[in-house]
């Protein structure tokens, strides 16, 4: 995985911590980035590469749940195999 594992795990926290079933990414970038433009761009990218990856499925309007793969990685904390 090319993505900040950093990241995209407290991305993926986000939802179990949260116990919230969706989040989009104002949510994404309000919590994690801020108003820091370079942040909010790594946010995105990190978020498009959790849903190509199956972590994250996208539900349109820039809304996004977490998948089974992807909330046994933020249960875990670590993106290796099972």
């Known amino acids: 995985m090319v993505m900040d594992t ?3 795990l407290d ?3 986000l939802f179990d911590e949260s116990h ?3 989040w989009d990414l104002h949510g994404f970038f309000e919590l994690l980035a ?3 433009q370079e ?3 790594a946010v995105l990218d990190t978020v498009d590469e ?3 990856a199956g972590f994250l499925c996208n539900r349109g309007s820039d809304f996004y749940t ?3 793969k992807g909330m046994r990685a933020a249960v875990r904390g670590s993106f ?3």
Do not use: S
């Open 6 to 8: 950093d990241l995209a």
């Open 11 to 13: 991305i993926l926290r």
């Open 20 to 22: 919230t079933q969706g």
């Open 34 to 36: 801020g108003d820091d």
């Open 39 to 41: 942040k909010r761009l």
């Open 50 to 52: 959790l849903a190509a």
């Open 66 to 68: 977490l998948t089974d």
């Open 80 to 82: 290796d195999v099972e």
